[in-house]
């Protein structure tokens, strides 16, 4: 198992600042979301070639791409363009960045009381089509959209099929989704599917996001079950919180407040890890190679 930071919750306007601090940090790899200009891919070759040659001259690797791929309405009228051109566009460069992951959603949730089956047919066509590309697609469970919680999003991987797309799991986006118990009771019945893994917590009582050490998710009973369970993916901190809650100061004034909680939650992570021997698991791929 290693571990990996999202580059724009170290700095959202900054790449170049966001790979010096993870260097400085200590970090192997970082996620890709947001650039500069926009969030990948849908920015021009320059800047993802910059990009790129950013983290490789920092000796950096790239856990995964999070393009946002079908967050939006399942009516948008760019869908099939998406699929037809900016999909393989962002495998072609997830590719280049040394990444097969990408992350992906399940449509914007109506007042439906379940998904339509479109949303499985959509599913399974992005898979597919990132599988011709070489990529890999999991899929992110997102309170605004269908597959709120992990167990909505597992059951929309078991119907496109568990050989076609996994989960990108992340137990604070479903306790903001109101699952009580993401860990354990939710891990329990979705920990076969899970490929990558997203680090945040939430806090039901003030309906905001929360440090890892704090919030709803046991994120110390979640490491140790996926080290238990041979997860040897990537856990990736997803920090979503600019203030610290508390009086957490940082010697380098030089922090934002979000880069401050990221780091927070990164120390936490890999302490977290090294009590239950976590940090010893090398990266081979993930869970299903």
Known sequence: MEISVFADEI????????????????????????????????????????????????????????????????????????????????????????????????FERTEAPRPPSAVVDRLGQMADIA????????????????????????????????????????????????TASPYPEEYEDLKELVTHVHVKNFDPGTGAWSLAEAGLVDWPGQLNALCADGYSGFVVVETHLDISPDAFKVADRGFT??????????????????????DSIKHDGGRNG
């Open 11 to 106: 700095d959202r306007y900054d790449p170049a600042r966001a790979i010096s601090l993870a260097t400085d940090w200590g970090v192997s790899h970082v996620e890709v979301r947001q650039l500069s200009n926009g969030r990948f891919p849908a920015v021009d070759d320059i800047e993802l070639a910059a990009f790129h040659a950013r983290v490789t001259d920092a000796g950096l690797g790239v856990s995964g791409v999070s393009p946002g791929f079908f967050k939006g309405p399942m009516d948008d009228p760019r869908l099939d363009d998406h699929l037809r051109e900016s999909l393989p566009r962002a495998c072609e460069w997830a590719l280049r960045l040394g990444t097969d992951r990408m992350s992906c959603f399940a």
């Open 131 to 178: 599988a011709r590309e070489g990529c890999r697609l999991a899929l992110e469970n997102e309170p605004v959209c269908w597959g709120a919680t992990g167990a909505e999003a597992a059951l929309l991987i078991r119907q496109v099929g568990e050989d076609r797309i996994s989960l990108c799991w992340d137990p604070g986006n479903s306790a903001r989704a109101g």
């Open 257 to 278: 407040g979000l880069a401050a909680n990221s780091f927070r939650n990164l120390t936490y992570v890999r302490s977290c890890l090294g009590r239950f021997g976590g």
